[in-house]
């Protein structure tokens, strides 16, 4: 890491109150803000949650990025263990292919879900929803 020209902003339109393990949810945060970081060379990356009313029961989170992307075929596996892609052509990206599939299972295990849209050579944004605490 230690891009000169990236951009990291957070965004956060109020206050929540979530009930999950703060573990769990720091290393998702980590796992995604990481790879959004090793695959940008330039620009930006995002991190936040949605706004919501008062009858939301869900918060929605999301990691964008405006790195490589990823492509259709790639995407279809991006969850699975050992899947690592360097979609870039122009530097090495190292790592295990293990934090998408981790993340995964531990939003899964705090009750929420996590997906993602993206366009190659633009960039990708990563969402993931966990229950508001009532």
Known sequence: ???ANLKLTLSCPGSLI????????RQVL????????????EGRV?????PFDADATFVTFYCSDTGCGISP????????????????GAKVHSGT??????SKNLIELMGGKIWFESQEKKGT??????????
């Open 125 to 134: 944004t990563f969402f993931f929803n966990l229950p508001l605490s009532l």
């Open 97 to 102: 292919g293990l934090g998408l599939a981790i």
């Open 18 to 25: 979530i009930k999950v393990d703060p573990q769990r949810l």
């Open 30 to 41: 980590v796992n995604l803000i990481h790879n959004a970081y090793k695959f940008t060379d």
């Open 73 to 88: 075929e790639q995407g279809n596996r991006i969850f699975e263990r050992f899947i690592s892609y360097d979609t870039s």
């Open 1 to 3: 890491m230690g891009q």
């Open 46 to 50: 995002d991190f936040g949650f949605l």
